[in-house]
């Protein structure tokens, strides 16, 4: 089988809300492609070699591990940076998210370092923005997709100006609950608040994400033959509706 590379940051630290599922499902759909995900864990003082890995995925995490991890995961930005220049792909949810932007302001007040790769800061507020969200989105100009999953942050998030958002919300608090917009998309990396696991509900992701992951090695993303993914549809479904009928309000 051919291989893919994967840098997961501190997955013992940002793991919340069964982020690791996220993993789970990119190595079913790579394996179903004839392509082996190697995960390799990246935490404080990791090597980081020139084109090693094909995409990196970051998880959530509270206030408190977020500030544990930050000073070791800005000493990697310099490699993340070069990584993402020269076409790896990235995931980074939630907490995950906050901390590739600038920087984090925490609820204690507290201003985390980023690694500035995303176009964005993060302030804690006082309410916490909690429930499902649904979001239209736009990665590939004229195929508009959903996304659905479930946010739980006390952060709002603001991207800069001309920063490109992941979607705009449908249903839920996004980014600030008040812009409108959740996420961020700069090139080949996707940051954005939603839980669940993301994945397993939004298959197409997955799989963009995968064809990016395959671009950094070969240039250009595969188009996939589509698998039977029903039950994902089913699961899309349930959490689209919930978010249209419960999403997250103050
Ligand atoms: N601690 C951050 C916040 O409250 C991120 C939370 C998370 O990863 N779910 O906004």
């Known amino acids: 089988m051919r291989r893919l590379v994967v840098g997961h940051l501190f997955p013992d630290y940002l793991n919340i809300y069964a982020d690791r599922g996220?993993?789970?499902?990119?190595?079913?759909?790579?394996?179903?492609?004839?392509?082996?995900?190697?995960?390799?864990?990246?935490g404080a003082g990791a090597e980081i070699q020139r084109g090693e890995h094909d995409l990196f995925y970051v998880g959530g995490g509270q206030d408190r591990e977020q500030a544990l991890i930050a000073p070791e995961l800005a000493a990697l930005g310099p490699a993340l940076h070069e990584a993402f220049e020269a076409g790896a792909?990235?995931?980074?949810?939630?907490?995950?998210?906050?901390?590739?932007?600038?920087?984090?302001?925490?609820?204690?007040?507290?201003?985390?370092?980023?690694?500035?790769?995303?176009?964005?800061?993060?302030?804690?507020?006082?309410?916490?923005?909690?429930?499902?969200?649904?979001?239209?989105?736009?990665?590939?100009?004229?195929?508009?997709?959903?996304?659905?999953?479930f946010e739980n942050h006390a952060g709002r998030t603001i991207l800069d100006q001309d920063a490109q958002p992941l979607g705009r919300v449908v249903a839920g608090f996004g980014n600030d609950g008040d812009s409108g917009y959740e996420g961020c998309r700069a090139g080949r990396a996707i940051g954005t608040y939603l839980h669940g696991p993301l994945l397993p509900r939004n298959p197409w992701l997955a799989d963009?994400?995968?064809?990016?992951a395959i671009a950094h090695q070969s240039g250009a993303p595969p188009t996939f033959e589509p698998l039977d993914d029903e039950l994902e549809e089913r699961a899309h479904k349930v959490s689209a509706n919930r978010a249209e009928t419960r999403g997250g309000r103050f």
């Open 208 to 212: 963009w994400l995968l064809a990016q």
């Open 89 to 149: 792909a990235f995931l980074a949810v939630c907490g995950g998210y906050q901390l590739l932007g600038h920087f984090y302001r925490d609820q204690s007040g507290e201003e985390l370092p980023g690694i500035g790769l995303l176009p964005l800061h993060t302030v804690a507020g006082s309410r916490r923005m909690i429930g499902d969200v649904l979001l239209e989105c736009e990665l590939e100009p004229g195929s508009p997709r959903t996304l659905a999953g």
């Open 22 to 42: 996220n993993i789970a499902v990119l190595s079913a759909r790579a394996a179903w492609r004839g392509y082996e995900l190697e995960v390799r864990p990246l």
